[in-house]
């Protein structure tokens, strides 16, 4: 592997008439990327300052995905400054963000992520006096009830998604709500390098996208960005020398409330960023999904990540071979008939699946490590699996043992919603 010295955010801008954002930058000088980010949008009248704000943060959180790549000692930015609180943002972020990187690839992370700050000066953060909301779509369980809650509460909110609206178009219009389009594009040469020498794996995409949807809140005059992640997002997947590693860090509740301090004291003093699931755990929600939405979105949606395409019928598929069809397999079993279930995952009965048993046992951490995916905790899956026992539907389960669990699923977990939305909130899921 060629060995680079410095990392160098090289410059960033912002052509209003085509709405992209370039953001460039190099290995010594010498090997460079552009990335490509369009908001496919009409801007409303909008802060210049802020929006600024906004991209600066946006691309020093997308160099990630080329600071990896070969992870020089050293970073330089060559434009705009960063005082020490967002310094410390960026190397916490960088780090807990890369955990399962270094941990995939055997790398001693000490000492590898170092920004510094090179100003003492504190920002004047105006406001953006934003109304409404831009709410993620990912197509599956966990927006849609977000989306639902949302319209319940009485938020009056967008649904935006990155390189993926066209896909969820049939989705959105079943929910009649508007979809909001952008479009990023990764410099290829990046992808050269990773079927090279360079260090490839996982990075925190929810904490680049959350500086992509700051960015579609101003300019499209919003005041909240709004996600569909729960507490589940918090438990780690395992340890590498001493430095946890949770495949969800930028999904967790820690990272959304660094995310909202950042945007609070760097970008706009009065835009919001937070989860509107975060108090409901995974089986609280896929009980909410299962009683009130299954039947709505039927065909429409799916958790799927290993095989998320469309078929020429607009219908979203489960692979169902992978951790993340396995868990919704896992949290859907208490709340629908067994008929119904097979029938979701194409007649695939996942439970008696033996290539699925290494899989479901990691779920239900009696081996292995809790699998690198986008999956709720061990006890609500021990209980979940319990409950399904109960149900005498499904005795393949017999042989899956484990601890006896105590786990209370419909408990109310620490969130940062706002006050007005949250007593929404608790009206709207009392109601369902």
């Not at 953001?23 to 460079?32: A, I, M, P, R």
């Amino acid at each position: 592997m060629k060995k680079y010295n410095e990392f160098i955010f090289e410059d960033y801008s912002f052509d209003l008439a085509t709405k992209k954002a370039r953001f460039t930058y190099s290995l010594d000088g010498e090997l460079k990327f552009t990335e490509e980010i369009i908001w496919n949008i009409e801007p409303i009248n909008y802060d210049t300052e802020i929006l600024d704000n906004a991209l600066f943060g946006l691309w020093i959180m997308a160099g990630i995905s080329y600071y990896k790549a070969y992870l020089p000692n050293k970073i330089k930015i060559k434009k705009g400054k960063l005082n020490e609180e967002q310094a410390r943002f960026f190397n916490k972020t960088y780090l807990l963000g890369l955990a399962q990187f270094f941990y995939t690839n055997q790398l001693d992370w000490h000492d590898s992520i170092n920004f510094e700050s090179n100003t003492n000066e504190q920002y004047f953060v105006p406001s953006s006096n934003g109304e409404g909301a831009i709410s993620a779509l990912g197509g599956g369980k966990d927006s849609i009830v977000a989306a639902e809650i949302l319209k319940e509460a009485k938020v009056d909110t967008d649904l935006w998604a990155v390189n993926q609206a066209e896909r969820f178009e049939n989705l959105a219009n079943k929910m009649n709500l508007k979809i909001l389009s952008v479009a990023r594009k990764i410099d290829p040469l990046l992808l050269e390098l990773n079927g090279k020498d360079a260090y490839n794996g996982h990075i925190p995409i929810t904490a680049i996208n959350s500086f992509i949807g700051v960015v579609l809140a101003i300019l499209t005059g919003k005041k909240s960005v709004i996600w569909a992640i729960e507490s589940s997002a918090d438990e780690i997947n395992t340890s590498w020398k001493g430095l946890q590693v949770n495949h969800q860090y930028s999904k967790s509740y820690e990272f959304e409330k660094e995310m909202a301090n950042y945007i609070k004291k760097n970008i706009a003093k009065d835009l919001k960023h937070y989860s509107i699931l975060r108090p409901l755990t995974e089986l609280r929600i896929s009980e909410i999904f299962c009683k009130n939405y299954i039947d709505k979105y039927n065909g429409l949606f799916s958790s799927c990540n290993a095989n998320f395409s469309l078929n020429n019928n607009g219908k979203l598929n489960w692979c169902g071979k992978c951790p993340k069809c396995a868990f919704v397999f896992i949290v859907f079993s208490p709340f629908i008939k067994k008929s119904d279930l097979l029938s979701l995952f194409n007649g695939r009965n996942i439970f008696a699946d033996e290539d699925m048993k290494p899989i479901i046992e990691e779920l239900l951490g009696i081996s292995g490590h809790k699998p690198l995916e986008c999956v709720g905790e061990i006890a609500e899956t021990r209980l979940a699996i319990t409950i399904a026992k109960d149900t005498g539907e499904y005795p393949e389960l017999n042989q899956f043992d484990f601890p006896a669990v105590k786990y209370d699923y419909k408990k109310w977990s620490s969130n940062s919603i706002p006050k007005e939305v949250l007593e929404n909130l608790k009206s709207s899921i009392s109601k369902i």
